[in-house]
């Protein structure tokens, strides 16, 4: 069974390990847009998931849909950046991958809830 804690653990990691280094690299203009964009919805999907973890049954699904919500808005915004060549492809891929690993987490999640 997939642990509720390393929902928040993946987050933490993806925070840390991706996106600050990547969000050295945009442009001095994006620094307080979408590199604040991104930092955000990251902060709220770790929020969302301690929440899931302390709410009752009848409300963790609620939790998980915004967690699922907040996966595919970095997905939107990381292609944003790709797109305006903030970040490379690969960096891009790397990022897709690690937002898709915590979307399985959060699916397997749903199913069981």
């Given at each position: 069974m997939?642990?509720?804690?390393?929902?928040?653990?993946?987050?933490?990691?993806?925070?840390?390990?991706?996106?600050?280094?990547?969000?050295?690299?945009?442009?001095?203009?994006?620094?307080?847009?979408?590199?604040?964009?991104?930092?955000?919805?990251?902060?709220?999907?770790?929020?969302?998931?301690?929440?899931?973890?302390?709410?009752?049954?009848r409300?963790?699904?609620?939790?998980?849909?915004?967690?699922?919500?907040?996966?595919?808005?970095?997905?939107?915004?990381?292609?944003?950046?790709?797109?305006?060549?903030?970040?490379?492809?690969?960096?891009?891929?790397?990022?897709?991958?690690?937002?898709?690993?915590?979307?399985?987490?959060?699916?397997?999640?749903?199913?069981?809830?």
């Open positions: 997939i642990e509720p804690l390393s929902l928040q653990k993946k987050g933490e990691v993806l925070l840390n390990t991706i996106i600050y280094p990547m969000l050295v690299h945009f442009p001095k203009a994006e620094k307080f847009a979408i590199c604040q964009e991104i930092k955000q919805s990251c902060y709220r999907m770790i929020r969302e998931s301690i929440q899931y973890q302390t709410a009752l049954k409300d963790k699904l609620y939790y998980l849909k915004q967690i699922d919500a907040e996966l595919k808005y970095l997905l939107v915004l990381t292609s944003v950046s790709r797109d305006q060549k903030y970040i490379t492809q690969k960096k891009a891929e790397q990022l897709q991958d690690s937002i898709a690993e915590i979307g399985r987490i959060t699916g397997g999640l749903m199913k069981t809830a």
